[in-house]
């Protein structure tokens, strides 16, 4: 960990970091419930993320979640894309979020944390979300010729062809 | 003749891979050139449904995901609503959870220690593993009404209170299980062909586990001391003096010394949480009808096999928007083909079974 | 005594009782693995049918009959057929030079209680249970799929391995006992009065080990894991010819048994002969007290299943090569020694 990094052990240090390095790519940065969240645009994702691994010392991906939009107002895409990113030893927790439409892709977080692997093929899997540069991106769960992306709010809950 | 490689399949079906898991090997003779897990056959599409339910109905859902630890998952998602609704969890209700999850994650090492011998060929002590297992599981059924899927803990609080018979019922049989532990331990610790099956097999270092976002115990045998209950402690951890049992080399005999050493460890814990009972109340008064305004949290709990973790999305009404699971077994699984690789195939079954996962919990 | 029945009728009858006395050995034996295990394991095993479960062989063979007897469609007919019959087959064969006990005086004549007496009867034993990993090879082989071929090459690299200690350790008895006969080793030990698993322990022990190894027993069973490889070389088949490979299983166990019983441990010998005050432990025939001993070593194969893991292959093959055999080596140089200078 570089020693500019190593100063700043705080959060809103981090936030400060992120804003300084990223400018343009950091859209709002708050601090709910003990925990950083900042909003970025889908396209610096990967050097974000990079950043906050290899120099803020963010050794852990913890989870990514897609929360699916549809029909709430405002946002840059249909869906949100939230990576939970956390600081061992220290436990210093930091949320990223990125909203993608449909269709659209958002850099991969593969090259950086290897765990995200399987969670963006979920991601794929549930919801339709592209991951560009990623290495294997195929359905997870649903069998390979499966139809639609069921944690789309408009996928029925018992599914389509009458739940078969 | 020349020796290629070739692919075998292992599972769905199988006796060894713990649940309906399918393992596709690339083997070249005896030696593993790498491992694809393929999932989805215990999918059940639990986060779809319970967007449909309120959130006091997802608590025995969440049962069902980890089902050998299912206190766990009522923790994770609990805490978890708590924590978007602001709910204040009372004193005595924090320190009944401890005992629960603790005594549950007893029962969780309990069985993994058993499954994990038998797969290697020690039968007997799959059964005296269990034997003590079902003392624990009788608790369970006193406390509860159910020994497996037990949803004993609910948003609030626990289900019903600790009262002094039940207490002692706890007492005692934390009393019996160090002895089947021992004759557990006695047949496998320095069994030479136990060792020469586990020590220096699967072996993953301590950066390599980090990198592959491993959590739990199999995290912590590569020497990596992360432990949710002393990094972010919840539910009064902080209250209790425990040690995090660590391994040096992160090979399948150290998991095995790490999970046996988290029951004693575990034991202790209850010991703590029993004669520090406050009083007070057993759960706090929640709505039946919970309605919690929009808003999102995550919160990560311990549980046996690794980090457990829930992001629960609000909107106003008394269903949740999303309930996203963190699932430890899921992370770790993803490590399974780099500990495998170089390894021989009779070692494949051991590695999966010390990452000690749940297909309940992989496959949602 | 009539020609007829000395010439036809008593060898008929023997050869009618040595097929079902392994027979009956293998109906208790499964018994006894399933009791003792549970046992072993705190729980209690069958124990519904018939008085304290005697009854389960019965019903686990009558299961076994009537289940559909499926044949995989990629698996080579003949080799499929033929390989459960050639593992009963040779275990069975072996039996016939097995001595059981004493020879009985009926009136003038001496009932003999094995079927044929060689003078190299210890080396067809052996040879014929090599012969009945071509049963196991067969199998694996013909049902045309993975696992029961991965099976197959693992069993036959283990017996292969495991021969050569194993006849280390028998040459070295035939050292000390002059002779390949054995019911002249029987003899001898009878006339030396000290059993040649107590002149002899090192043989003892890697004959043990190598006999464990080579009927395919716990811990060196990898050839069926239950938990690696369904169930190894015979994971294809199913009913009578699956009852097969298991009684053939069960009968190589005892006819190893009566091996070591014969060669290390007097065969039908009372024990303490030289002991006046155990005079009365030779009223008992030397049949029964044969059977006792089988039967501890039949115990002894069961309480080693139910405590040992399994060892991993490579493990296995590493034991033999680098451990069994140096010693077997060694073993049967110094009693070479021995005899020599006697």
């Known amino acids: 960990m570089p020693e500019d990094a190593a100063d700043r052990t705080g959060l809103d240090g981090i936030l400060e970091a992120l804003t300084g390095r990223f400018p343009g790519a950091v859209l709002a940065g708050a601090f709910e419930r003990n925990e950083l969240s900042v909003r970025l645009a889908k396209e610096s994702l990967a050097s974000v993320l990079r950043f906050l691994k290899d120099e803020a010392g963010f050794n852990a991906l913890e989870d990514i979640a897609v929360f699916d939009n549809l029909g709430a107002a405002g946002g840059d895409g249909r869906f949100t894309v939230v990576y939970r990113l956390c600081r061992f030893p220290g436990a210093l927790r930091l949320r990223l979020a990125a909203d993608v439409a449909e269709g659209a892709s958002l850099p991969s977080a593969v090259p950086v944390y290897r765990s995200a692997d399987w969670a963006a093929r979920e991601a794929f899997d549930m919801f339709g979300v592209l991951f560009d540069g990623h290495p294997d991106l195929r359905r997870i769960y649903m069998p390979d010729d499966f139809e639609g992306h069921p944690l789309r709010k408009d996928f029925p809950l018992a599914g389509r062809n009458g739940g078969a | ?364 | 005594m009539t020609p007829f029945v000395a010439d036809v009728l008593i060898p008929v009858g023997k050869i009618v009782a040595v097929i079902l006395y392994p027979m009956i050995m293998v109906v208790v034996m499964i018994w006894l693995e399933r009791r003792v295990v549970a046992l072993m394991q705190l729980r209690l095993g069958p124990n519904r049918v018939g008085f304290q479960g005697l009854a389960q062989p019965v019903a686990d063979a009558v299961k076994l009959f009537f289940k559909e007897d499926i044949r995989p469609r990629q698996a080579d007919r003949l080799l499929f057929n033929i390989a459960p019959v050639l593992v009963m087959f040779t275990s069975l064969l072996a039996f016939a030079f097995m001595p059981l006990g004493e020879p009985v005086r009926i009136g003038a004549y001496t009932l003999t209680l094995w079927i044929a007496e060689s003078p190299v009867g210890l080396l067809i034993v052996l040879g014929l249970s090599s012969i009945s990993v071509f049963g196991v090879i067969f199998g694996g082989w013909a049902a045309n799929s993975k696992y029961p071929l991965m099976g197959a090459l693992r069993s036959v690299v283990q017996v292969l391995s495991y021969e050569i200690p194993l006849g280390l350790t028998v040459l070295t008895v035939a050292f000390a006992a002059r002779s390949m006969d054995l019911v002249e080793i029987v003899r001898r030990q009878e006339s030396s009065g000290v059993w040649y698993g107590f002149l002899m322990p090192v043989s003892f022990v890697v004959f043990w080990i190598s006999a464990v190894a080579e009927t395919n027993r716990a811990p060196f069973d990898l050839p069926e894991a239950e938990s690696e490889l369904v169930a190894g070389y015979h994971t294809e088949y199913s009913g009578m010819k699956f009852a097969y490979f298991y009684m053939a299983e069960y009968a190589h166990m005892v006819l190893v048994s009566s091996l070591v019983v014969n060669l290390f441990f007097g065969g039908w010998l009372a024990p303490f002969p030289s002991v006046p005050a155990l005079d009365f432990l030779e009223v008992v025939p030397g049949f029964v007290w044969y059977l006792v001993k089988i039967m501890f070593f039949l115990y002894l194969y069961v309480w080693i299943r139910a405590t040992f893991p399994r060892y991993r292959f490579d493990s296995l093959i590493r034991l033999v090569w680098k451990w069994l055999i140096p010693l077997a080596l060694l073993n049967f140089l110094v009693v070479a020694l021995v005899r020599y200078l006697r």
């Not at chain 2, 593993?129 to 948003?155: K, M, N, P, Q, S």
């Not at chain 2, 949710?228 to 399948?252: H, T």
């Open chain 2, 1 to 364: 003749m020349e020796l290629r490689e070739y692919d075998l399949n292992m599972g769905p079906q199988h006796p060894s891979t713990h649940g309906v898991l399918r393992l596709k090997l690339a083997v070249d003779n005896e030696v593993v050139l790498g491992v694809e897990p393929v999932l989805g056959y215990l999918h059940r599409g639990m986060e779809k449904l319970w967007e449909s339910l309120t959130y006091h109905q997802v608590v025995p859902l969440t049962d069902r995901l980890d089902y050998l630890a299912s206190l766990s998952n009522n923790l994770g998602y609990c805490l978890t609503v708590e924590k978007l609704a602001g709910i204040e969890v009372p004193g005595r209700a924090r320190y009944i959870r401890v005992v629960l999850a603790e005594l549950q994650r007893l029962a969780s090492h309990l069985a993994w220690v058993g499954f994990m011998a038998n797969d290697i060929g020690a039968m007997s002590v799959l059964l005296y593993a269990f034997e003590a297992r079902e003392d624990v599981l009788d608790i369970f059924e006193e406390y509860c009404g159910a020994r497996l899927t037990l949803h004993g803990i609910r948003i609030g609080g626990a289900v019903r209170d600790l009262d002094a018979p039940l207490v002692a019922r706890i007492r005692a049989v934390l009393g019996k299980v160090p002895d089947r532990l021992d004759d557990v331990r006695a047949l496998l610790d320095e069994n030479r062909i136990w060792k020469e099956r586990t020590v220096g097999v699967g072996r993953l270092s301590g950066a390599d586990a980090v990198a592959h976002g491993l959590t739990g115990p199999a995290l912590r045998a590569s020497g990596v001391p992360w432990d949710m209950r002393k990094d972010i402690p919840y539910s009064s951890y902080d209250d209790f003096d425990f040690e995090v049992p660590l391994g040096a080399n992160g090979d399948v005999y150290d998991r095995y010394l790490v999970r046996l050493g988290e029951i004693g460890q575990s034991i202790r814990i209850v010991r703590q949480a029993l004669d520090g009972l406050p009083d007070g109340e057993f759960a706090a008064k929640v709505p039946r009808v919970l309605k919690i305004a929009p808003g999102e949290a995550f919160h990560t709990i311990e549980a046996p096999k690794g980090v457990l973790g829930f992001t629960v999305r609000s909107n106003g009404t008394d269903k949740p928007e999303r309930v996203k699971m963190r699932s430890p077994s899921f992370i770790n699984l993803q490590a399974l083909d780099a500990m495998c690789r170089g390894y021989m195939f009779s070692d494949v079954i051991g590695i999966l079974g010390s990452l000690d996962i749940v297909l309940g919990e992989i496959d949602k």
